[in-house]
């Protein structure tokens, strides 16, 4: 497979573990930790029976007629909204807190953005009855209240990080920090394909339960476990790593990444890093990265708090690279256009990220027999500020437009 | 010779290495505090190339990074800056700055252009072993340029041995786990910690970083090492400095003494 990681965390040329040398050791106890128990039957038993029971899989694949009519093709929706806690970070949390408890760690760290990754990290600590802190940039605090609440109720303490942009990288930075200061007892829970070898091959192993269970599901739907194309959102990229990985090596298969655009490509407000970064490191990883010809890491923006990363898992920079994935790129309006159709058409509230995803469906075009599946990566429950706020200036651009020109 | 290992074969006191970070408190302020150190005695610098996200730093050189940068800080200023520097002084002098920057700039650019300047050595904490030793050793050697490597509490003995056969001019021993500015504990496992890192047969010399602010820690770091680099303490000081740089700076150093 061309696909997969080699044994120093390379996907082609990115990936790696650029990471201090006091983390050197834990990063190898981890990587030792992770061999040891990907293939550990009793490892295992425990965490699939977790993700059936506590998590709800398998998730759903289902046949969205009204949206497949719209587009004149036939779409299936992976329904990760529907796990526990509402997205797919669930399946990454519940793998590394089971490896966290065999590697003998008391304390789990976590970064968060838009506070999904940090609530299902929470839960899981509350579950595993381990001490857990979750950094978050002061400013996502602000924005992202309800989740910091669902946080505090399960245990959790949420540390206010202060220093840069105050969001999601400086977030990680901080988390980053913690770790190098507490390496024997802390560990820390990466929450997308991102950091230094072997976090990219982990969480990515965490998350290809969605196309494990993709293949099945068409197979039982369609009679064939292939379909013409998936579709996912990428900002750090676990759902499309999860989502792609049992499909890579079937060529005719299309992948197609969806990241933000924020308010376009070349608007300087964007989060959009494989149209607009170069290669470098960031967060122990040489990827694809949005920097400045200096180096310095440029502060990224979208509507969605999830796909707000200036950097991307290496896996898909590979991906890229090798023209194995195609990436697109929806802005913060696409996102709510599609947003508002999914709600509309088949009563579904997506999460911002998803609606990156389903903007995608404007920009393609399949034909009346094509299959194509989409990962709708969590629930909207959390970005309803955002969808009130986009509903009250779309009515009020529309009654100025009727006013204005209607008559 | 390259003038860190002039340094090594030549002091018998231990070495005061002092750290501060390009373009802070002012843009321009880089000779003046390279010329004042070497004047108020300091034995070798380090210059901090400042980084957008400094993940092995705590908050005061964090803030003196996000300053400089703010203040235009680049690598391709700092060269400027730095250019005729040698005309003036003979202090060693350390380059210590974050992967990413250097690899945008180039490492061969980077490495012909730092010697040109003066520099004699580098450090870029966030750059591995292995990394080095597969993709720029040569480029570095070739150079003249001495690389640098950290030992913490948790590198292992086979990586230690490693370490110092990579490292030229000095091992950078950092005295906890923890990033820059903390406190020295004094511990008996911080105790320990050095003495098994000074049995451990290392060919360089080792210079204790990280947590050192004044003269008590110097001292007590240096029983087991040939010196010790104060940083965070150092920026605080900047920070806090009047307009007499040069006299602010004559205190801080001899306050080592």
Redesign the interface.
């Given at each position: 497979m061309q696909y997969t990681v080699d044994e120093?965390g390379y996907y082609g040329r990115f990936g790696?573990?650029?990471?201090?040398?006091?983390?050197?050791?834990?990063i190898a106890a981890l990587k030792a930790a992770f061999r040891r128990y990907k293939d550990d039957p009793a490892f295992c038993a425990e965490f699939e029976q977790l993700l059936k029971d506590y998590v709800g899989r398998p998730s759903p694949l289902y046949r969205a007629q009204r949206l497949s009519d719209f587009y004149k093709t036939n779409i299936y929706l992976k329904r990760e909204d529907l796990n526990h806690t509402g997205a797919h970070k669930i399946n990454n949390t519940i793998g590394q807190i089971l490896l966290a408890k065999r590697m003998g760690k008391t304390h789990v760290i976590a970064e968060t953005g838009a506070g999904q990754h940090g609530v299902a990290t929470a839960t899981v600590c509350a579950l595993m009855d381990i001490r857990c802190t979750v950094f978050m940039g002061a400013t996502d605090i602000e924005r992202q209240r309800p989740n910091v609440e669902r946080m505090q109720l399960l245990g959790a303490a949420v540390e206010a990080v202060h220093?840069?942009s105050k969001t999601l990288?400086?977030a990680a930075?901080e988390a980053?920090?913690y770790w190098?200061?507490?390496?024997?007892d802390t560990h820390y829970i990466i929450g997308s394909v991102i950091g230094p070898d072997p976090y990219p091959e982990m969480v990515t192993h965490f998350q290809q339960v969605i196309s494990r269970e993709m293949r099945a599901q068409l197979k039982e739907k369609t009679g064939s476990e292939l379909p013409a194309a998936v579709i996912a959102c990428v900002g750090g990229g676990s759902n499309a790593a999860g989502a792609f990985y049992h499909f890579l090596d079937d060529a005719d298969v299309a992948l197609i990444a969806v990241e933000a655009a924020g308010r376009g490509i070349s608007s300087g407000e964007t989060a959009a890093t494989i149209a607009t970064g170069?290669e470098?490191?960031?967060?122990?990883s040489r990827t694809l990265l949005m920097?400045t010809?200096?180096?310095?890491?440029v502060e990224p923006y979208s509507i969605s708090a999830g796909l707000d990363y200036p950097g991307i898992g290496p896996l898909h920079a590979h991906l890229h690279i090798s023209g194995r994935a195609r990436f697109l790129a929806a802005t913060d309006g696409q996102a709510l256009d599609a947003a508002f159709r999914l709600m509309q058409l088949e009563g579904i509230i997506p999460a911002l990220e998803s609606a990156h995803a389903l903007a995608a469906l404007d920009q393609l075009s399949f034909g009346s027999q094509d299959h194509i599946v989409l990962c709708l990566s969590g629930r909207g429950d959390k970005d309803l500020a955002a969808y009130h706020t986009a509903a009250a200036e779309r009515s009020a651009a529309a009654a100025f437009a009727y006013q204005h020109f209607s008559l | 010779m390259n003038r860190i290992d002039h340094l090594f074969q030549n002091r018998e006191q231990p070495v005061l290495s002092v750290y501060f970070t390009a373009g802070y408190p002012g843009r321009d302020d880089t000779r003046e505090i390279i010329l004042s150190l070497d004047a108020a005695g300091a034995d070798m610098l380090e210059i901090g190339i400042p980084?957008?996200?400094?993940?092995?730093d705590?908050?005061v050189i964090?803030d003196s990074s996000?300053i400089a940068?703010r203040n235009g800080m680049?690598?391709?200023l700092l060269f400027r800056q730095l250019q005729g520097i040698r005309d003036e002084t003979a202090i060693p002098l350390v380059l210590m700055g974050y992967?990413?920057?250097?690899?945008?700039?180039g490492m061969e650019r980077f490495c012909a252009d730092a010697k040109a300047a003066g520099i004699d050595g580098l450090i870029i904490?966030?750059?591995?072993v292995?990394?080095y030793a597969l993709h720029y050793k040569d480029i570095v050697e070739a150079s003249g340029l001495h690389m640098i490597?950290?030992?913490?509490?948790?590198?292992?003995a086979d990586?230690l041995q490693e370490?110092d056969r990579l490292s030229r001019g000095f091992i950078y021993l950092?005295t906890a786990?923890?990033?820059t500015g903390?406190a020295l504990s004094g511990s008996d496992e911080q105790q320990a910690y050095f003495e098994h890192i000074g049995r451990s047969g290392l060919t360089q010399p080792l210079v204790a970083g990280f947590g050192i602010s004044n003269k008590q820690d110097f001292n007590r770091v240096c029983q087991y090492t040939r010196g010790a680099i104060v940083g965070s303490a150092f920026i605080r000081m900047l920070g806090a400095a009047n307009t007499d740089l040069r006299g602010n700076i004559a205190e801080f150093v001899q306050a080592f003494r």
């Amino acid at each position: 497979m061309q696909y997969t990681v080699d044994e120093y965390g390379y996907y082609g040329r990115f990936g790696g573990a650029f990471v201090p040398e006091i983390l050197q050791a834990n990063i190898a106890a981890l990587k030792a930790a992770f061999r040891r128990y990907k293939d550990d039957p009793a490892f295992c038993a425990e965490f699939e029976q977790l993700l059936k029971d506590y998590v709800g899989r398998p998730s759903p694949l289902y046949r969205a007629q009204r949206l497949s009519d719209f587009y004149k093709t036939n779409i299936y929706l992976k329904r990760e909204d529907l796990n526990h806690t509402g997205a797919h970070k669930i399946n990454n949390t519940i793998g590394q807190i089971l490896l966290a408890k065999r590697m003998g760690k008391t304390h789990v760290i976590a970064e968060t953005g838009a506070g999904q990754h940090g609530v299902a990290t929470a839960t899981v600590c509350a579950l595993m009855d381990i001490r857990c802190t979750v950094f978050m940039g002061a400013t996502d605090i602000e924005r992202q209240r309800p989740n910091v609440e669902r946080m505090q109720l399960l245990g959790a303490a949420v540390e206010a990080v202060h220093s840069g942009s105050k969001t999601l990288k400086d977030a990680a930075n901080e988390a980053i920090r913690y770790w190098i200061a507490h390496p024997a007892d802390t560990h820390y829970i990466i929450g997308s394909v991102i950091g230094p070898d072997p976090y990219p091959e982990m969480v990515t192993h965490f998350q290809q339960v969605i196309s494990r269970e993709m293949r099945a599901q068409l197979k039982e739907k369609t009679g064939s476990e292939l379909p013409a194309a998936v579709i996912a959102c990428v900002g750090g990229g676990s759902n499309a790593a999860g989502a792609f990985y049992h499909f890579l090596d079937d060529a005719d298969v299309a992948l197609i990444a969806v990241e933000a655009a924020g308010r376009g490509i070349s608007s300087g407000e964007t989060a959009a890093t494989i149209a607009t970064g170069t290669e470098g490191i960031i967060h122990g990883s040489r990827t694809l990265l949005m920097q400045t010809a200096d180096g310095q890491i440029v502060e990224p923006y979208s509507i969605s708090a999830g796909l707000d990363y200036p950097g991307i898992g290496p896996l898909h920079a590979h991906l890229h690279i090798s023209g194995r994935a195609r990436f697109l790129a929806a802005t913060d309006g696409q996102a709510l256009d599609a947003a508002f159709r999914l709600m509309q058409l088949e009563g579904i509230i997506p999460a911002l990220e998803s609606a990156h995803a389903l903007a995608a469906l404007d920009q393609l075009s399949f034909g009346s027999q094509d299959h194509i599946v989409l990962c709708l990566s969590g629930r909207g429950d959390k970005d309803l500020a955002a969808y009130h706020t986009a509903a009250a200036e779309r009515s009020a651009a529309a009654a100025f437009a009727y006013q204005h020109f209607s008559l | 010779m390259n003038r860190i290992d002039h340094l090594f074969q030549n002091r018998e006191q231990p070495v005061l290495s002092v750290y501060f970070t390009a373009g802070y408190p002012g843009r321009d302020d880089t000779r003046e505090i390279i010329l004042s150190l070497d004047a108020a005695g300091a034995d070798m610098l380090e210059i901090g190339i400042p980084f957008s996200d400094p993940v092995a730093d705590g908050p005061v050189i964090q803030d003196s990074s996000a300053i400089a940068l703010r203040n235009g800080m680049s690598i391709g200023l700092l060269f400027r800056q730095l250019q005729g520097i040698r005309d003036e002084t003979a202090i060693p002098l350390v380059l210590m700055g974050y992967v990413n920057p250097v690899l945008q700039y180039g490492m061969e650019r980077f490495c012909a252009d730092a010697k040109a300047a003066g520099i004699d050595g580098l450090i870029i904490p966030d750059l591995p072993v292995r990394e080095y030793a597969l993709h720029y050793k040569d480029i570095v050697e070739a150079s003249g340029l001495h690389m640098i490597f950290l030992v913490t509490p948790a590198t292992p003995a086979d990586r230690l041995q490693e370490i110092d056969r990579l490292s030229r001019g000095f091992i950078y021993l950092v005295t906890a786990a923890g990033t820059t500015g903390g406190a020295l504990s004094g511990s008996d496992e911080q105790q320990a910690y050095f003495e098994h890192i000074g049995r451990s047969g290392l060919t360089q010399p080792l210079v204790a970083g990280f947590g050192i602010s004044n003269k008590q820690d110097f001292n007590r770091v240096c029983q087991y090492t040939r010196g010790a680099i104060v940083g965070s303490a150092f920026i605080r000081m900047l920070g806090a400095a009047n307009t007499d740089l040069r006299g602010n700076i004559a205190e801080f150093v001899q306050a080592f003494r």
